[in-house]
């Protein structure tokens, strides 16, 4: 059984590798996908947040 940490006790360590695409190609990419398809880039978007605010880290 997983433990539940508060968000607050969270330790996120960002650019810790090599990113696969840069950031704003990346940035480039959702904007191009949100103008052919409001519904899926606001799926996504919230399917990312919701993973974030799920992310237990010990």
């Known amino acids: 059984m ?5 968000e607050e006790e969270w330790f996120i360590v960002e650019n810790t590798h090599e990113p696969i695409i840069s950031r704003e190609d990346f940035a480039s990419l959702l904007r191009q996908n949100m103008r052919r ?8 978007k919230l399917t ?11």
């Open 2 to 6: 997983q433990e539940t940490v508060p």
């Open 48 to 58: 990312i947040m919701l993973f974030r605010s799920t992310r237990h880290v010990k």
């Open 37 to 44: 398809n409001p519904y899926i880039y606001y799926r996504k």
